[in-house]
């Protein structure tokens, strides 16, 4: 009698746990707007590697940055769309708090662009890039599936290597068009097997466990 009622006290602070960590996690972020943006990063490099294209390095700055603010678009327009119609939004702008985490390394980001660009480091820009988006994926890792921080830590380390290892000129697309590719299509590939954070799992999938 007493392992049942043990028993049955780990099962509800497993509901329980369940619930908070539900509560927690956000789901506005599109894991299709991700694929999308990986997808956009390796046509970029095709585009910016074509010989009609200006190899230039203001001209390829110009088209990671069209780049970057059009991935940006269609993820936003995806949490918006969320926030719009899903049930669990409910329009409570509470809801996308989570949303704001990534605001701080993306700003700095922006500001360490335009300041290695005014020194005439252009060349560090795609290792910092990769950094920086790194910091994004980190600072969400508390609302998303647990196994986002290993895709920051991808994209920190990558854009450590082009910055200290293997560096790289920033007319050269394809070190952005290959980092970022595969990091979204892993991205895309997170939310879709893992949408419960920590590797919780439903608390269906719980009961049925219980009940073998």
């Known amino acids: 009698m007493a ?3 043990v028993h049955e006290a780990l099962r509800q602070v497993r ?6 960590l539900e509560s927690q996690m956000f789901t506005g ?10 997808l956009a990063a390796v046509g970029a490099a095709v585009a910016l590697s074509r010989p009609w294209f200006p190899q230039t390095e203001r001209g390829h700055i110009a088209g990671w940055l069209v780049t970057g603010a059009l991935a940006a678009a269609v993820n936003y327009a995806g949490l918006f769309h969320w926030f ?10 509470r809801r996308l708090m989570p949303a704001i985490d990534p605001l701080p390394p993306l700003t700095v980001g922006a500001l360490l ?4 660009i005014g020194r005439g480091a ?6 910092m890039w990769m950094c920086m ?12 599936p647990a196994s986002i921080w290993v895709l920051g830590c991808y994209y920190v380390a990558a854009g450590a290597l082009f910055l200290f290892v293997a560096a790289t000129a920033v007319v050269n697309p394809w070190p952005m068009g290959l980092v970022f590719g595969a990091g979204e299509l892993a991205g895309r590939a997170i939310f879709a097997v893992n949408r419960f954070p920590n590797g919780i799992r439903p608390l269906a999938a719980a009961h049925s466990e219980d009940a073998r």
């Open 29 to 38: 972020y599109s894991g299709i707007a991700r694929a999308l943006g990986g």
């Open 84 to 93: 719009l119609t899903s049930r669990e939004a409910k329009r409570d702008i």
């Open 15 to 20: 509901e329980l746990r369940q619930r908070i």
């Open 122 to 127: 252009a060349d560090a820009l795609p290792g």
């Open 3 to 5: 392992g049942y009622h």
């Open 113 to 116: 662009t335009v300041a290695l």
């Open 133 to 144: 988006y790194g910091l994004t994926n980190l600072s969400s890792r508390r609302a998303l």
